[in-house]
C-alpha cells in the first residue's frame, strides 16, 4: 500500500506522517492558532460542565434552604433593597463587551488598525469593569452576609463553596483574557500584524472571550435566577 507521503515525493511511514503535520499550517482548512484554541475551548467547556453539573447535584440533594438569590444577591439603594441589580448590570457590561469584541475581529480583518485597538482596549476595560464588580460582590457576600467556602448562615454550607469556586474560576478567566486582549491589541497598534497581513489573532482572541461570555450566561441562569 502506498502512502500519502510516498506519492507526495516525502519520506515513508511514520517520518513522513510527521514530516507532513509539521510542515502544514493548515488541517481542514482552519489554521493551527484557530483549532488550537477551539481544542482548548472544548476541554474548558467540560471542565465548566462538571463544576456547573455539581452544583446543580449538590443544590438538588441538599436537605437545608437554600439561600433566595433575591435576597442575598440585592444592592441597598435609595433605601431599598433591589434584587439582582449589581449583577443585571454585571452581565450587560460583559454582553456589551462582546459586541466591541466582534466589531474589532471586523475592522481587524478591514486592518483598520486604529479602530481595532480601541475596540480591544475598551473590550479590555469592561472585561476589567466586570471583575471589578464581581470583586465588590465578593466583598459583600464576606463581610455583610458572613458568607465563605465552608459556611453559610443564610441557609445550605454548601451555597459558599460552590459559589465561590464556580465564579472564581469564571472571574479567573475573564482576567486572563483582559491580559490577553490587551496584548493581542497592543501588537495590533504597534504593526506586529502588518508584515503578513494576517490578523487572525484577533478572531482568535475574539473566540476565547465570546465563550467567557457564554459561560457568565449559564452560571447567570443557574446560580442567579435559579
Known sequence: MTSASNLSGGAPGWRGLVQDWASDRETFKVSWGKAMMWIFLLSDTFVF????TGYMTVRSSTTVAWPNPSHVFSLHVGGVDVPLLLIAIMTFVLITSSGTMALAVNYAYRR???TTFKLMLATGLLGATFVGMQAFEWTKLILDEGIRPWGNPAGAAQFGAVFFMIT???GLHVS????????V???VRRGDYEKHGNYQIVEI???YW???DLVWVFIFALFYLW
Not at 49 to 52: D, E, M, Y
Not at 176 to 183: A, F, N
Open 168 to 170: 472564581g474560576f469564571h
Open 49 to 52: 460542565s462538571c463544576f456547573l
Open 205 to 207: 482572541a475574539g473566540l
Open 210 to 212: 465570546h465563550f467567557v
Open 185 to 187: 491589541a497592543f501588537k
Open 176 to 183: 486572563i483574557g483582559v491580559l490577553y486582549l490587551l496584548i
Open 112 to 114: 483598520d488598525r486604529s
